[in-house]
């Protein structure tokens, strides 16, 4: 394990004192502190996988619980507020004199004046979500500043503090462990989860691969038969004393017969290229996120960080046996190593059987695509597919009304097909603006889709999948969930709000006649009452909420507050 450096190590015992760490060119000085009171613990790291990007900051624990304050970590701005349901939920962005920006994301709740501004933009807007820009003059921050408390908001699990530092264009978050602002001891190595082989051909010029083992645990001195091309996928997570959290790996690395073959360093990426990760990891393994060697031409990240031979490709030219070793290290240079053995066996094939019901069309990953039928449209769109691919689609199930299906089912993709952006699916059904598409279930179970009818088309940006065309012409149920009588005991109530179908679009809260602020999500409106805005007593309230189709309904009701 490498050694801590003297400034590292106090930056660990100095708590919330200034923290100065010497910049790399030595004359500039950065000076930060730790954004929690609390002790340092993790549950997600830089870099980590996750299903549609990599995680870009670092998620500090709290203890389970909401409320402990944060604080800026340097010197700056509030140059920008955000509130939604979704991401960070409540953000707060800090620009710094160093050219640096903090976030600070999923908070409970904003420093007064910073609420106060944020619920002026809300109600002049008459919207829950903003995006707010700011300059310097308007919310100065000293290093230490208290921003806000710890929360749970937008799209988190549970109670914790997100913080990024980005570098000076805004869209490069970077790992600032790596770079010396906190240090925390770490003798603990990576641990590699499973190791999958997948047989590849692409000898049409459009590849096909298919699993061969899914290996876990200890790794024997037993052989998996491969055909002449194959590639691995290596599922590790880092471990780090003080802290139960399934970590990100900083390196993978992989050997074959001790000559380096594969080298994927995360280091630092932008915004702009980590959406890639869905050609990176490889696609339909449920549950798990693994690293694959195999390349694809459209992987711009690849570009940046991956170093591969032979297109990550394993190409065995003989019938020996060959050894594979594969590396996952931390930021710390913790390493764990793990070892297979591939042997070449031409009865191996990199190709499964196809459902009879299933047809494949060719689509190529460069230019855009259109799979014209009878029933329906497929358009894939320039920069939406990372390879070469025979694109699976076929009729899986006859329409059914009384199950709710107006069309047949059709199959659209397959699971393991990643792509960087939806592809557009186009169906003839008539003037019926009730109409949308609908995701069937292996259970058969419809869920919404999305889509809009013009000109007697309905259309849908959509994923690979199952769908049908549905109708739905019942309005989204309301149902106040109040104390007896009204009587409210704070500052908060809600509404049950769900829909059968295409699902809540917009909803609007009007208490004695005027906008309210209030959020919706998890089939749930909650409203938010001010003593600035709201005198106590008896208030008559009115909740209308549409459907995506345009189905509207509205529940009145009064409360004492």
Same mark, same amino acid.
């Given at each position: 394990?490498?050694?801590?450096?003297?400034?590292?190590?106090?930056?660990?015992?100095?708590?919330?004192?200034?923290?100065?760490?010497?910049?790399?060119?030595?004359?500039?000085?950065?000076?930060?502190?730790?954004?929690?009171?609390?002790?340092?613990?993790?549950?997600?790291?830089?870099?980590?996988?996750?299903?549609?990007?990599?995680?870009?900051? #670092?998620?500090?624990?709290?203890?389970?619980?909401?409320?402990?304050?944060?604080?800026?970590?340097?010197?700056?701005?509030?140059?920008?507020?955000?509130?939604?349901?979704?991401?960070?939920?409540? +953000?707060?962005? #800090?620009?710094?004199?160093?050219?640096?920006?903090?976030?600070?994301?999923?908070?409970?709740?904003?420093?007064?004046?910073?609420?106060?501004?944020?619920?002026?933009?809300?109600?002049?807007?008459?919207?829950?979500?903003?995006?707010?820009?700011?300059?310097?003059?308007?919310?100065?921050?000293?290093?230490?500043?208290?921003?806000?408390?710890?929360?749970?908001?937008?799209?988190?699990?549970?109670?914790?503090?997100?913080?990024?530092?980005?570098?000076?264009?805004?869209?490069?978050?970077?790992?600032?462990?790596?770079?010396?602002?906190?240090?925390?001891?770490?003798?603990?190595?990576?641990?590699?989860?499973?190791?999958?082989?997948?047989?590849?051909?692409?000898?049409?010029?459009?590849?096909?691969?298919?699993?061969?083992?899914?290996?876990?645990?200890?790794?024997?001195?037993?052989?998996?038969?491969?055909?002449?091309?194959?590639?691995?996928?290596?599922?590790?997570?880092?471990?780090?004393?003080?802290?139960?959290?399934?970590?990100?790996?900083?390196?993978?690395?992989?050997?074959?017969?001790?000559?380096?073959?594969?080298?994927? $360093?995360?280091?630092?990426?932008?915004?702009?290229?980590?959406?890639?990760?869905?050609?990176?990891?490889?696609?339909?393994?449920? +549950?798990?996120?693994?690293?694959?060697?195999?390349?694809?031409?459209?992987?711009?990240?690849?570009?940046?960080?991956?170093?591969?031979?032979?297109?990550?490709?394993?190409?065995?030219?003989?019938?020996?046996?060959?050894?594979?070793?594969?590396?996952?290290?931390?930021?710390?240079?913790?390493?764990?190593?793990?070892? %297979?053995?591939?042997?070449?066996?031409?009865?191996?094939?990199?190709?499964?059987?196809?459902?009879?019901?299933?047809?494949?069309?060719?689509?190529?990953?460069?230019?855009?695509?259109?799979?014209?039928?009878?029933?329906?449209?497929?358009?894939?769109?320039?920069?939406? %597919?990372?390879?070469?691919?025979?694109f699976q689609y076929g009729k899986v199930a006859?329409?059914?009304?009384?199950?709710?299906? %107006?069309?047949?089912?059709?199959? &659209?993709?397959?699971?393991?097909?990643?792509?960087?952006?939806?592809?557009?699916?186009?169906?003839p059904v008539g003037n019926d603006d009730?109409?949308? &598409?609908?995701?069937?279930?292996?259970?058969?179970?419809?869920?919404?889709?999305?889509?809009?009818?013009? $000109?007697?088309? &309905?259309?849908?940006?959509?994923?690979?999948?199952?769908?049908?065309?549905?109708?739905?012409?019942?309005?989204?149920?309301?149902?106040?969930?109040?104390? *007896?009588?009204? *009587?409210?005991?704070?500052?908060?109530?809600?509404?049950?709000?769900?829909?059968? &179908?295409?699902?809540?679009?917009?909803?609007?809260?009007?208490?004695?006649?005027?906008?309210?602020?209030?959020?919706?999500?998890?089939?749930?409106?909650?409203?938010?009452?001010?003593?600035?805005? %709201?005198?106590?007593?008896?208030?008559?309230?009115?909740?209308?909420?549409?459907?995506?189709?345009?189905? *509207?309904?509205?529940?009145?009701?009064?409360?004492?507050?």
């Amino acid at each position: 394990m490498r050694r801590p450096s003297l400034i590292a190590v106090l930056v660990a015992a100095a708590a919330l004192a200034p923290l100065v760490c010497a910049a790399a060119d030595s004359t500039a000085v950065l000076s930060h502190v730790r954004p929690l009171d609390v002790p340092m613990s993790f549950a997600s790291s830089y870099g980590e996988l996750r299903h549609d990007h990599f995680h870009g900051g #670092i998620d500090f624990r709290t203890g389970g619980k909401v409320g402990d304050p944060i604080h800026s970590i340097k010197d700056g701005y509030v140059s920008r507020i955000s509130v939604s349901t979704t991401g960070y939920g409540n +953000g707060i962005y #800090i620009t710094h004199p160093d050219g640096t920006m903090s976030v600070y994301g999923h908070l409970l709740a904003f420093r007064s004046d910073i609420a106060s501004r944020v619920l002026q933009e809300q109600y002049d807007k008459h919207s829950f979500a903003v995006n707010i820009l700011l300059g310097p003059d308007e919310f100065p921050v000293k290093m230490g500043d208290v921003i806000g408390r710890v929360g749970n908001t937008g799209s988190s699990a549970g109670p914790h503090l997100h913080m990024e530092v980005r570098r000076d264009d805004g869209n490069t978050p970077f790992n600032y462990f790596r770079d010396g602002y906190y240090w925390l001891p770490d003798t603990m190595t990576p641990v590699i989860q499973r190791i999958a082989v997948y047989a590849y051909e692409d000898s049409t010029g459009i590849p096909v691969s298919r699993k061969l083992k899914m290996m876990s645990g200890r790794y024997s001195d037993g052989e998996t038969l491969v055909p002449a091309k194959c590639y691995i996928g290596i599922d590790a997570i880092d471990k780090m004393d003080g802290t139960t959290g399934r970590l990100g790996v900083e390196k993978y690395k992989v050997l074959l017969d001790g000559k380096p073959f594969f080298e994927l $360093n995360i280091g630092d990426f932008n915004y702009d290229i980590d959406k890639y990760i869905r050609s990176t990891v490889a696609a339909g393994e449920t +549950g798990m996120d693994l690293i694959k060697t195999q390349v694809d031409p459209g992987n711009l990240y690849a570009m940046h960080k991956i170093q591969a031979e032979n297109g990550g490709i394993i190409y065995l030219d003989d019938y020996q046996r060959h050894r594979v070793t594969v590396e996952a290290s931390d930021i710390f240079g913790n390493k764990t190593t793990a070892v %297979l053995y591939l042997r070449r066996n031409d009865a191996v094939l990199a190709d499964s059987p196809l459902d009879e019901r299933i047809s494949t069309y060719p689509m190529l990953w460069y230019t855009p695509n259109i799979l014209q039928t009878e029933a329906f449209s497929v358009i894939m769109p320039v920069g939406a %597919l990372y390879n070469n691919v025979q694109f699976q689609y076929g009729k899986v199930a006859d329409a059914d009304t009384a199950a709710g299906r %107006l069309s047949p089912v059709w199959k &659209l993709g397959d699971d393991r097909l990643a792509l960087h952006q939806p592809f557009i699916l186009t169906v003839p059904v008539g003037n019926d603006d009730r109409l949308l &598409l609908a995701s069937v279930g292996s259970n058969g179970k419809l869920s919404g889709a999305g889509g809009e009818v013009e $000109n007697g088309v &309905l259309s849908a940006s959509v994923r690979p999948g199952s769908y049908c065309v549905a109708r739905d012409t019942i309005a989204p149920v309301l149902r106040p969930v109040l104390p *007896k009588g009204g *009587k409210l005991s704070g500052s908060t109530f809600r509404i049950a709000a769900t829909d059968n &179908l295409a699902g809540i679009s917009q909803y609007e809260v009007l208490v004695d006649g005027a906008w309210t602020l209030a959020s919706f999500k998890n089939s749930s409106i909650t409203v938010y009452l001010s003593e600035d805005r %709201l005198s106590r007593g008896r208030h008559d309230v009115d909740v209308t909420a549409a459907d995506a189709v345009g189905n *509207k309904t509205t529940v009145s009701f009064s409360i004492d507050w």
